[in-house]
């Protein structure tokens, strides 16, 4: 038995490894050849020196001397048409809604009060196109409120740093939206001032001495498209007196595509503050179709044709001549502002249009106005049966008239001197 335990000690192997002496040395020559040393020793005791390419340094050298490089090399000055272009490159951060969070609810205030829009002076704008516009013009961000990052990588990256950036739901800004296919974007703007705005070149070229008067325009619509029609004909300027519809209402906003950015739009004033607003020797026209009363003072024109204007405004003619009791002479109490057709010429000086509401049409100030300024009253005739046209429609044709007789002026001076 004690042969047979000696027999089996004998038989059991080794449980570490031997390594052997030579095993060694060719692991120290691969590791060596790894590290690119700068001898090598062979096993037989060769030695080998290697040779460094030219110009090469050892590491610690080599950092000594880059550093010493960096000290003695002047900074690189930053290049000023290298900015961040990119969202990644802004470094620009947004947070994302919760449940019941207040910043929501202030949207639908700015939206549906006026007088919370003029006090804070704030105002909202929907859609990737009229934001952008206003960017452009330089009006004012606040906040941001966008259901996919991709409509705010739309935006110019300059001008949302400082801006309030929060993603929602596009679920909670269809709730919002006054739109009938929302885009996924709103913003809270500052209410732009005119006097900062930076309107676009092409429409400053292309301004003329041609004013819009609004004068208690009620409908968001009508005003929304009459703004749109002063930036196409080239007005100078758009004056609202106090009566009318705010400009910055929805509504207006959507009807004016991008108009409110391309005009300057002065609101809420009184008629005593319009001439301070007007270039020296301007005529105010008003846009007054004052029914067969306006046919009797002017020629038989329009009334060989046949037409008849509309008679809604035949409230001035009832009390235009009143007969005093006492010494039995009238008195005319009405200003005496002469009606001339919408295309005879009237844009021989600075000329400004006064459109009057559909429901009250346009005011006593108004015809004060014109008739101090040597202004007209401008009738468009309409067929028998037709009753008045629309605000807008109005605006529109009168404006572009002005628009033709100017060019035409002006085509015709330049003739002129190309005689001379």
């Known amino acids: 038995m004690a042969a047979l335990v000696r027999t089996a000690r ?79 490159e802004s470094g620009l951060r947004y947070d994302k809604a919760y449940p019941g969070d207040r910043r929501l609810s202030s949207v639908m205030t700015i939206v549906k009060s006026r007088p919370f829009r003029e006090k804070q002076g704030k105002i909202l704008l929907e859609g990737r196109r009229l934001i952008t516009d206003a960017l452009k013009a330089g009006a004012v961000p606040k906040m ?25 739901k596009f679920e909670d800004i269809k709730d919002w939206s006054d739109l009938v296919t929302p885009q996924g974007i709103m913003g809270i703007f500052a209410k732009p001032d005119h006097v900062k705005m930076a309107y676009p070149k092409t429409q400053l070229q ?24 002063a930036a196409g004909a080239g007005c100078s300027k758009v004056l609202l007196t106090k009566g009318c519809v705010d400009p910055w209402e929805p509504k207006v906003l959507r009807a004016g595509m991008g108009a409110h950015f391309q005009v300057p739009i002065i609101n809420n004033l009184e008629w005593e503050a319009v001439p301070n607003y007007l270039p020296p020797d301007t005529r105010v026209y008003v846009a007054d179709n004052c029914g067969l009363y306006a046919q009797a003072q002017m020629s038989n024109k329009a009334s060989d044709h046949g037409w008849v204007s509309n008679q809604r405004l035949l409230k001035f003619h009832k009390y235009e001549e009143e007969e005093d009791v006492e010494t039995g002479a009238s008195q005319h ?40 300024t040597g202004g007209k009253r401008l009738l468009i005739p309409v067929v028998p049966g037709v009753d008045s046209l629309n605000s807008a429609v109005a605006a529109s044709i009168l404006l572009f008239e002005g628009k033709r007789q100017l060019r035409g002026r002006a085509e015709h001076l330049s003739r002129d001197r190309s005689y001379h």
């Open 10 to 88: 004998f038989v059991v192997r080794p449980l570490l490894q031997v390594v052997q002496p030579w095993d060694l040395d060719a692991r120290r020559w691969v590791r060596a050849l790894r590290r690119s040393p700068v001898k090598v020793v062979f096993p037989s005791g060769e030695v080998m020196e290697r040779k460094r390419a030219p110009g090469k340094q050892p590491r610690k050298a080599a950092s000594e001397a880059s550093a010493q490089e960096q000290r003695e090399k002047p900074p690189l000055e930053e290049s000023p048409s290298h900015a961040p272009s990119t969202w990644e």
């Open 144 to 168: 941001f409120f966008f259901s996919r990052l991709e409509y705010l990588k739309e935006l110019p990256v300059d001008k949302l740093k400082g801006v309030s950036l929060i993603k929602v």
């Open 206 to 229: 292309h301004s003329l001495p041609l004013l819009l008067i609004c004068d208690n325009l009620r409908d968001p619509g009508n005003l929304g498209t009459i703004l749109r029609s």
């Open 333 to 372: 109490w009405l200003p005496d502002v002469e009606v001339q057709s919408y295309d005879s010429d009237w844009t021989e000086a600075p000329a400004a249009v006064v459109i009057g509401g559909e429901t009250y049409g346009v005011s006593l100030e108004s015809l004060q106005l014109a008739e101090s």
